[in-house]
């Protein structure tokens, strides 16, 4: 079983930018879908991005063109670069990988801690 770390968050100006980084252990990402997801203040966690497991990207229109998610296969590690970076880009940010209607769903039953990244106006 994949068990995941999310870090690299913090307090940041709007406009500023963040890189969140998601290290897998256990298992790898290669055969994997791969998701970010955000929960705001009061609201329901969300997908922002994610990786098929064929490697093809999407992205929530609320922040294509600004976030882009990649991944280090030798480190066992995927990224979610953080552009122009908005007060509403508030919220926990999370990682998480399985089989790609599971991550598209975001109906894991395991979730790891997560990482705060607060966007100050």
């Known amino acids: 079983q994949v068990q995941l770390v999310e870090s690299g968050g913090g307090l940041v100006q709007a406009g500023g930018s963040l890189r969140l980084s998601c290290g897998a252990s256990?298992?790898?990402?290669?055969?994997?879908?791969i998701g970010w997801y955000r929960r705001a203040p009061g609201k329901q966690r969300e997908l922002v991005a994610y990786?098929?497991?064929?490697?093809?990207?999407k992205y929530a229109d609320s922040v294509k063109g600004r976030f882009a998610i990649s991944r280090d296969y030798a480190k066992n590690t995927v990224y979610l670069q953080m552009n122009s970076l908005k007060p509403e880009d508030t919220g926990v940010y999370y990682c998480?990988?399985?089989?790609?209607?599971?991550?598209?769903?975001?109906?894991?039953?395991?979730w790891g801690q997560g990482t705060q990244v607060t966007v100050s106006s």
């Open positions: 990786f098929s497991n064929t490697g093809s990207l």
């Open positions: 256990g298992s790898t990402f290669s055969n994997n879908a």
């Open positions: 998480n990988a399985g089989h790609l209607l599971t991550v598209v769903s975001g109906t894991f039953f395991y």
